[in-house]
């Protein structure tokens, strides 16, 4: 039998597809012929159609009433056994039959043959091959016939889902138990009338549409989830509308009742009642059109969701930001976070019930404190917040606990702007940190390396506690703190400090209660000075409408809460008509911008670094004689070419930059090289703002950077990691690239970018990729050809999103007047004029004739 023995076929045994068949020699052919031709060794026709049915490819396991799935064991279909034994014994008629005629002519290789002994003759071996062609051609046939109604018969009870061919599927023979594996493709070439079946390749192609089709129930899934959450912001958006109708029914009937006699609603109220119903029907026509809209592509699927937000709400609201305070009171003056007219948008506080200054220093809840510290964080971001702080430094205790729970930004400390600010500065140059107390912030010194990359230990950081500053306390007292008593006082210990420590070049206010005397410091001496206000304005700038460049009316303007007796008043807002008036260069004592350009030359859009409307300040460039674009990506200069950018840094700073950027992300490689000749903050890359973005967010959230070209970054991973902190490979990060996006690389011919046409291609990329990665938070383009883009992006996905611009703004921010608080009439204002530049305006006639793109 074949249980026993490889390749010694017994009546039902036979080779399988995992052992070799029986090896015979030429000799012993006509013996394996006998064997097979037996009626003892021919294996019967259920058998043979039971192993046909093996071969043939495995459906899958079809899906029973209660959703588990079925086990079949790969037998033929019922009525298959029937025909079977009918075949059986018509071929055991064509044995008797070849039997009847050995004896009349004789068996080959018996004496009572004619012709020698041992061979036919030569008409009866022509007629014994026919013969034998003509029965294993019926077997064939038949065995592929009931193979195939198998097949077809467990297709049926599994219609949607069919195994690929190439894989090869375990199945239990239904003789002896064994297991087995079909071959990666059969083509049994029999369909149920015996007629052929489809073709291998045809076979291939309706797998390829099995798959097709499985994507686009994928698809589908993906759209009927957005539109559910379409649905729900919907059925908010109605229960307001509703209320807001039963708000106006109670007020009419109010005014009834108010009245001796009854008269007619007032003509306003019955307006806005109608307003509100006419509302209510637009809502529900606008989802019921997005439900019946048929979708073709995840593109259209995608466009068609994110219209319908806007037509049930219209603009988005302004950004708002939510601050999370300590269980103590006491008034709080313009510039303390604790007070609304510090910021240039709307503010949400949140006071944890239990949380002393106490806690904050310690960095250590009760379990209470605790939970009401989480429904603080869940309540503010219920609230819509776009990013959450807190209203004291030493909250960066609990900063991982916050971003935990918060899936907008977190920055529970001024202290995140450190790693950014000590980038931007040569290591060998001071940055002085302000504090409430010095000594209370040492014991913190591992939660600020963990949570921020700041070392106390380090040099290069000078860290003085304003505890002895008259007045200072008054705060910690519960009063007011005299504005003009603490001011002259923290000023003259900055400038002693200055004259102690003469390398100091920028200036960190820890402090909550510091903003207040920023300008001051600012004024007196003429250093970069951050606080917890450029760190919030920094975070709410990631959502931010731009209103110099990129989508128009998409976003509501602020409106400004009365400001206090104090307060300078909100600083006038410049419109996108205004930023493109042009004018001949005029020294301004407002922050200037300085940029260093490639020897390049195209026509920038707005929004792109090389646009000076791009900016609400003057700007200032330099283009560098023999830099290319190769020499940025490759991250190497030559001898005359590092001159020629040494003396360009220089020149910048002496036509009072107060920071120095590059027109090319790629130029991160020379960051080292330009901060070494500056004074002044360098950021030559947006990539810069990696550092302070990453630790607003969870470690298991993701990051996407957008870039021109994604190889081509990951070509400067040591660069990257060396200056800013930022990791290539960290999974925290996604990289896109830009190449393939249409129209995107004309600005690489020298041409001008048509923004409008390749915005729509810009949204559609990073929309599939929030698709795949739903736990992406937010958006970081390195490329300074960009930012047009950056409104689109934030109006599609709600993210925020950092540029090159907001880079800039975040460094000049630091020597701005600040509009709404602090000292007044120090600095001149900008008047909104943008300076005309053309690439190699500024250079000498040798330097001109050095570069190879100024005409």
């Excluded at 504090?435 to 000078?462: M, W, Y």
């Excluded at 007011?480 to 920028?506: F, H, N, S």
């Excluded at 007196?524 to 460049?549: C, H, K, M, Q």
């Amino acid at each position: 039998g074949g249980r026993g023995r490889r390749g010694a076929p017994g009546r039902t045994g036979f080779w399988t597809s995992t052992s070799a068949p029986p090896r015979t020699s030429r000799r012993g052919a006509s013996q394996s012929w006998r064997a097979m031709m037996h009626p003892g060794g021919l294996p019967p026709l259920r058998t043979y159609g039971a192993q046909i049915a093996m071969y043939s490819p495995a459906p899958a396991a079809p899906v029973s009433a209660w959703g588990t799935p079925r086990i079949h064991s790969h037998v033929p279909a019922p009525g298959v056994h029937d025909r079977l034994e009918v075949m059986e014994s018509e071929l055991y008629q064509m044995r008797a039959e070849l039997g009847h005629n050995r004896l009349v002519h004789g068996h080959p290789g018996h004496p009572g043959h004619h012709g020698h002994p041992g061979q036919m003759g030569q008409m009866e071996q022509q007629h014994f091959s026919i013969s034998m062609q003509k029965n294993s051609m019926a077997m064939a046939q038949q065995s592929q016939h009931f193979a195939a109604h198998s097949q077809r018969h467990l297709m049926e009870h599994s219609p949607h889902q069919v195994e690929h061919p190439q894989y090869l599927t375990p199945i239990k023979h239904p003789m002896h138990g064994q297991q087995h594996q079909s071959p990666q493709s059969v083509s049994t070439g029999m369909t149920l009338d015996s007629e052929p079946m489809v073709p291998a390749k045809d076979h291939h192609n309706l797998l390829q549409m099995h798959q097709d089709l499985t994507l686009q129930m994928t698809q589908l899934q993906v759209r009927h989830a957005q539109l559910l959450d379409n649905h729900v912001g919907l059925m908010k958006a109605h229960t307001e509308v509703i209320n807001h109708a039963d708000r106006l029914q109670v007020d009419l009937h109010a005014a009834h009742s108010k009245l001796a006699t009854p008269v007619a609603a007032p003509e306003k109220v019955l307006e806005a009642h109608t307003e509100v119903v006419k509302h209510a029907r637009k809502l529900q026509m606008d989802f019921d059109a997005a439900q019946s809209k048929p979708v073709s592509a995840t593109t259209h699927v995608l466009a068609a969701t994110a219209a319908v937000p806007e037509k049930a709400t219209g603009l988005k609201k302004h950004p708002c930001l939510g601050v999370i305070r300590l269980d103590c009171n006491y008034p709080s003056a313009e510039g303390d976070l604790d007070s609304p007219a510090s910021f240039g948008y709307d503010v949400t506080y949140r006071v944890i019930p239990g949380m002393t200054l106490e806690m904050a220093q310690k960095g250590k809840f009760t379990e209470e404190v605790e939970r009401r510290f989480a429904e603080g964080i869940k309540f503010l971001q219920q609230k819509g917040v776009n990013a959450i702080t807190g209203d004291c430094g030493f909250m960066m205790a609990f900063q991982a606990l916050a971003r935990k729970i918060a899936t907008r930004p977190v920055f529970m400390s001024s202290m995140v702007q450190c790693p950014i600010i000590a980038a931007a500065f040569d290591p060998k140059e001071q940055i002085l940190i302000l504090t409430a107390n010095g000594n209370a912030l040492k014991p913190q010194k591992d939660v600020l390396l963990h949570s921020c990359g700041f070392d106390l230990d380090e040099s290069r950081f000078i860290i003085q506690g304003c505890q002895d500053i008259p007045g200072f306390d008054a705060v910690a007292k519960g009063q007011a703190v005299p504005i003009d008593v603490v001011q002259p006082g923290i000023v003259k210990m900055t400038m002693d400090l200055l004259g102690k420590y003469p390398r100091i070049v920028g200036i960190l206010l820890e402090c909550t209660q510091l903003p207040p005397y920023a300008d001051a410091l600012r004024a007196a001496t003429g250093l970069a000075v951050w606080d917890a206000i450029t760190a919030a304005d920094f975070y709410i700038s990631g959502y931010e409408d731009n209103p110099r460049f990129g989508v128009d009316d998409w976003q509501k303007e602020w409106e400004q809460a009365p400001a206090g007796p104090n307060a300078k008043g909100k600083a006038k807002a410049k419109s996108k008509a205004d930023a493109q008036k042009v004018k001949q260069l005029a020294k301004k004592q407002a922050p200037v911008l300085g940029v260093i350009r490639l020897d390049y030359n195209y026509p920038p859009a707005a929004g792109d670094v090389d646009c000076p409307g791009s900016y609400d300040y003057e700007v200032v460039y330099r283009c560098v004689p023999g830099l290319t674009v190769e020499m940025a990506r490759g991250g190497m200069m030559t001898y005359q070419v590092q001159q020629q950018f040494t003396a360009a840094v220089k020149w910048l700073e002496m036509r009072g930059a107060s920071g120095i950027t590059g027109d090319c992300g790629f130029m991160m490689a020379f960051q080292p090289l330009a901060r070494d000749v500056a004074s002044v903050p360098v950021f030559m890359s947006p990539m810069m703002q990696c550092p302070m973005v990453s630790v607003a967010f969870d470690y298991y959230d993701r990051i996407m950077v957008l870039t021109a070209d994604g190889k081509n970054l990951k070509d400067q991973k040591e660069v990257f990691l060396a200056h800013c902190g930022f990791d290539v490979d960290d999974a925290r990060f996604l990289i896109v690239g830009c190449q393939d996006v249409p129209g995107y690389n004309a600005a690489a011919k020298g041409e001008k970018v048509n923004v409008e046409k390749v915005t729509p291609f810009i949204c559609e990329l990073v929309r599939g990729h929030l698709d795949k990665c739903p736990d992406i938070r937010s958006i970081l383009l390195e490329c300074t050809e960009l930012p047009p883009y950056a409104d689109a992006l934030r109006m599609a996905t709600g993210l925020p999103v950092w540029d090159a611009i907001t880079c800039a703004d975040f460094f000049i921010s630091a020597r701005k007047d600040n509009p709404r608080f602090g000292l007044n009439q120090w600095q001149n204002d900008w008047d909104g004029v943008v300076n005309e530049y053309t690439l190699g305006q500024n250079l000498t006639p040798d330097e001109r004739s050095q570069a190879k793109h100024v005409t």
